[in-house]
């Protein structure tokens, strides 16, 4: 009899331990905060500095200088830019949000309404149509270690057709506050492009030359 008592017992909590790490698996995961000055340096040359946290947007600089403002939410495009007389602001509406911060087997649908304004006089306005999901979390070897990593998925559909037009997929880590790897398919074309994160250089050792050299020796 206490052998099957002890049986049942442990079953049970067996039972109890699986539900209590589902539990905690629905849990959101925090990112690290990243600190304003850091850069992030990406295997096509590309360097991005963290300026500001601003809550529910985030400010980040190219290394030329120029500012932008995006969302913590990676999936979601731009927010503010401007490049020379051209200025681009996004707004979004769905829940883009249902997604971040990134944790297995999610989903989000969101539209994107885009404007860019020329020289002050003329505009262009333009729609987007999205649909993310999440992965499971796995363990990647990375340029400068190994990270855990969850994989994110984002299609873009045709406002008006919708035809499926574009995929795009993050290998985000949540340790570092930052996606690793970011890929990029155009269907109707067949272009594709991958970019990995190659280095993250904390602000107080930021330095033109430790970028170049990072740049110049690659992922």
Request: glycine share 6%.
């Amino acid at each position: 009899m206490s052998r099957i008592m002890f049986t049942k017992g442990f079953a049970l909590g067996f039972v109890s331990l699986l539900f209590a790490e589902a539990a905690l698996a629905r849990q959101p995961i925090e990112p690290v905060q990243i600190e304003p000055g850091a850069v992030f340096v990406f295997s096509d040359g590309r360097a991005e500095r963290f300026v500001e946290d601003k809550g529910d947007t985030e400010v980040w600089a190219t290394r030329k200088g120029r500012e932008f403002v995006r969302s913590p939410n990676f999936t979601v495009p731009i927010l503010e830019w401007e490049v020379g007389s051209v200025e681009g602001k996004r707004s979004i509406s769905g829940n883009a949000d249902a997604i971040w911060p990134p944790r297995e087997n999610l989903r989000s649908r969101f539209r994107v309404t885009t404007d860019v304004t020329r020289d002050k006089d003329s505009s262009r306005r333009s729609l987007q149509y999205w649909s993310c999901s999440t992965g499971k979390f796995e363990t990647r070897e990375l340029p400068f270690g190994e990270a855990e990593v969850i994989p994110v998925a984002c299609d873009r559909y045709s406002p008006s057709n919708m035809n499926l037009l574009e995929r795009r997929t993050w290998l985000w880590a949540p340790d570092i506050g930052h996606y690793v790897e970011r890929s990029f398919q155009n269907l109707s074309t067949g272009e594709r492009e991958t970019i990995t994160l190659c280095a993250k250089i904390p602000g107080r050792t930021v330095t033109e030359k430790r970028i170049d050299a990072i740049i110049e020796q690659g992922c």
